[in-house]
């Protein structure tokens, strides 16, 4: 269930988020939008790097997805 969900909501849900930590960082509150990108940072150099090479995704493409989308790209293509 949660992955079905995490399928089909998980990018928009995503991008909601910079959206709006963006706009808040823009009224100098910071410390969302930089939570969410470390904690896709950290995701990215340890497990996003692992699962992309098992699956044969290149380097632009699972970085860029690990950065903006976090374990809703990573999750489905490991359970795939």
């Not at 990018?11 to 909601?16: L, Q, S």
């Not at 930089?34 to 790097?49: K, N, P, S, W």
């Not at 098992?54 to 790209?73: D, Q, S, Y």
Request: charged residues 20%.
């Amino acid at each position: 269930m949660f992955l079905k969900l995490t399928r089909q909501f998980g990018k928009p849900i995503c991008v909601v988020l910079y959206a709006v930590f963006a706009a808040l960082a823009a009224k100098k509150k910071p410390i969302p939008l930089i939570a969410l990108f470390a904690t896709h940072l950290v995701e990215t150099l340890t497990i996003g790097r692992k699962v992309a090479s098992e699956k044969g995704v290149g380097t632009a493409a699972w970085l860029v997805n690990c950065l903006a989308f976090g374990f809703t790209w990573w999750l489905p293509l490991k359970k795939d």
